[in-house]
Nanobody, 122 residues
Framework: VQLQASGGGTVQPGGSLRLSCTTS????????IGWFRQAPGKEREGISC????????YYLDSAKGRFTVSRDHAANTVYLHMDSLKPEDAAVYYC????????????????WGQGTRVTVSS
């Protein structure tokens, strides 16, 4: 199982970014993709999660109203579109996968991408 996260970069406060997570090697259709982020000195925090099979998605409080998760079935890719970015959104963003349902805690996810850095600065 491999996950490739991309799309990070530097934006000004109020800007937008779209992160991508492309997967390969997952043989079950009953997997979910979770987006997490980790700022320096902080624990990895769950942001959103989406089911590959039926597209059911969840947002944690940190993402509601500004972030949108979506998936492209054919491309095996999940996106996290982030609007109205704030300095406190700066972190390394990771996507992880697990078979079964979504969890907000990163400890339940076994496979991870390498992370993509988001910097929000004027």
């Amino acid at each position: 199982v491999q996950l490739q996260a991309s799309g990070g970069g530097t934006v000004q406060p109020g800007g937008s970014l779209r992160l991508s997570c492309t997967t390969s090697g997952i043989t079950s259709e009953y997997y979910v993709i979770g987006w997490f982020r980790q700022a320096p000195g902080k624990e990895r925090e769950g942001i959103s999660c989406i089911s590959h099979r039926d597209g059911t998605f969840y947002y944690l409080d940190s993402a509601k109203g500004r972030f949108t998760v979506s998936r492209d079935h054919a491309a095996n890719t999940v996106y996290l579109h982030m609007d109205s970015l704030k300095p406190e959104d700066a972190a390394v963003y990771y996507c992880g996968t697990r078979i079964g349902r979504c969890y907000s805690a990163h400890k339940y996810f076994r496979s991870w991408g390498q992370g993509t850095r988001v910097t929000v600065s004027s």
